[in-house]
T-cell receptor, first 115, second 116 residues
């Protein structure tokens, strides 16, 4: 399978715990995005990497959220001191430069439930 | 302000019929891209079709076509010959600006149910 992969697919945690999600992009893609999707809504942008550089962060990405892409390949998204409002689907997407038609390809997502 | 508006929370269509899913957008940029994604219950977002703001012809990909009306700022998705497997959430999204690598703004989606 050469698509975007995400692990874990599901995560249940207690409020106040830290969680970390991993995203492995399509191998030749140097751009990687994180989105959050809550029930009944479309995905909302969180952050964007080009290679290892984090180039853009949404105001949705509070201080409790941190994302890394240390070697320009896989990426991790960590949420510290989780809150019930963090319950959502976390989607990762990747792309390669292609001008305006550049298409983001998404992984299956990680569903987080904070109790 | 919402940049992408999908006014149909839910739609029904009979198998083999065509269906149109509405999308209007708001931008002051001259250069932008419009995308449609399908999200089955499994959760993965599947890319369907792309339309660039400078494209003169409506985009088509198999059974999917995009009815692009630039002056009205609408980019409706048309699915022809609906199949049961088309039942899913459908999201319209926009990327603004000339450069790639920008975030996508998504609408709230339309739930499509295809009935036998």
């Amino acid at each position: 399978d050469t698509g975007v992969s995400q692990n874990p697919r599901h995560k249940i945690t207690k409020r106040g715990q830290n969680v970390t999600f991993r995203c492995d992009p399509i191998s030749e893609h140097n751009r990687l995005y994180w989105y959050r999707q809550t029930l009944g809504q479309g995905p909302e942008f969180l952050t964007y990497f080009q290679n290892e550089a984090q180039l853009e962060k949404s105001r949705l990405l509070s201080d409790r959220f941190s994302a890394e892409r240390p070697k320009g390949s896989f990426s991790t998204l960590e949420i510290q001191r989780t809150e019930q409002g963090d319950s959502a689907m976390y989607l990762c997407a990747s792309s390669s430069p292609g001008g305006g038609q550049e298409t983001q390809y998404f992984g299956p997502g990680t569903r987080l439930l904070v109790l | 302000a919402q940049k992408i508006t999908q006014t149909q929370p839910g739609m029904f269509v009979q198998e083999k019929e065509a269906v149109t899913l509405d999308c209007t957008y708001d931008t002051s940029d001259q250069s932008y891209g419009l995308f449609w994604y399908k999200q089955p219950s499994s959760g993965e977002m599947i890319f369907l079709i792309y339309q660039g703001s400078y494209d003169e012809q409506n985009a088509t990909e198999g059974r999917y076509s995009l009815n692009f009306q630039k002056a009205r700022k609408s980019a409706n998705l048309v699915i022809s010959a609906s199949q049961l497997g088309d039942s899913a959430m459908y999201f319209c999204a926009m990327r603004e600006g000339q450069n790639s690598g920008y975030a996508l703004n998504f609408g709230k989606g339309t739930s499509l149910l295809v009935t036998p």
